[in-house]
């Protein structure tokens, strides 16, 4: 690593070193600080501002994360980089992925595919596996959940299977807000017909965030949604298997 690029200098919101939910095996994950959604659900309202986050270099992030090299090789994990947003800061989380890969280490990019695509394509040619968070399909519903349109986020995703890029589709099942039926069934569809798509997790809504939105005085929209059931869940399932889709 050159002196130049191994002071690269990038806000994160803070780290995970024996990250299960992330990609496969064990992985050090990366939480980045910013984000241009205003999800919900997030249970990471705090990462919305760029600026409140901790200032760190490249080099000193990879010197961290070179001190579990072994066990993400035992377990056939890696290093994941999560936000708030990790493609707001394109320099940043390309040379670190660009430095995981020279030391052999698995990279998985943990993104909504929001922002701009042009910037995004240098990153993702250090990246091994996208986890792309579709929050919903009908564009309406979308819009309520995030904010902002699920246009980029589809040019992002055609982009993918274009390069031909491993990906894993994250999908937050919300009762009565993304649970709709065909709405859930458009996505399905939509999934299946991306040939790079590994498969689909389907991640039950939680309020283990809701904390942090009255810490910084934000209105919580979901305070009296209850999680999804396993019998909800399941059925949700079922629709992207009938279109022959791999989900978890």
């Not at 024996?18 to 959604?37: A, E």
């Not at 809504?205 to 919580?220: D, I, Q, R, S, V």
Request: aromatic share 10%.
């Amino acid at each position: 690593m050159n002196a130049r690029t191994s002071q690269i200098l990038g806000h994160i919101h803070s780290l995970e070193t024996c990250g299960t939910v992330d990609g496969p095996g064990i992985r050090f994950v990366i939480f980045t600080q910013g984000c241009l959604l205003r999800c919900l659900y997030c249970h990471n309202p705090d990462t919305r501002d760029m600026k409140t986050g901790k200032e760190i270099t490249v080099g000193e992030l990879v010197t961290e994360i070179e001190k579990y090299r072994s066990y993400m090789k035992f377990t056939g994990g890696g290093v994941t980089i999560s936000g708030g947003e990790p493609l707001l800061q394109p320099e940043f989380v390309r040379e670190v992925f660009r430095q995981c890969q020279k030391l052999n280490i698995h990279t998985a990019l943990d993104t909504s595919g929001f922002p701009d695509l042009t910037t995004s394509k240098s990153v993702l040619e250090f990246v091994d596996l996208v986890l792309l968070d579709i929050k919903s399909f009908d564009p309406n519903t979308y819009l309520h959940v995030t904010g902002v349109s699920i246009e980029p986020t589809l040019r992002f995703a055609e982009y993918l299977q274009e390069i031909n890029k491993p990906t894993w589709i994250r999908f937050v099942l919300v009762p009565h807000v993304t649970d709709g039926h065909e709405n859930v069934r458009q996505l399905a569809k939509y999934v299946s017909q991306l040939t790079n798509v590994e498969k689909v997790e389907i991640l039950p809504f939680h309020k283990l965030g809701e904390y942090k939105w009255h810490e910084l005085g934000y209105h919580y929209e979901l305070g009296n949604t209850i999680p999804p059931s396993l019998e909800e869940i399941e059925k949700v399932k079922d629709i992207f298997k009938h279109y022959g889709v791999k989900v978890e």
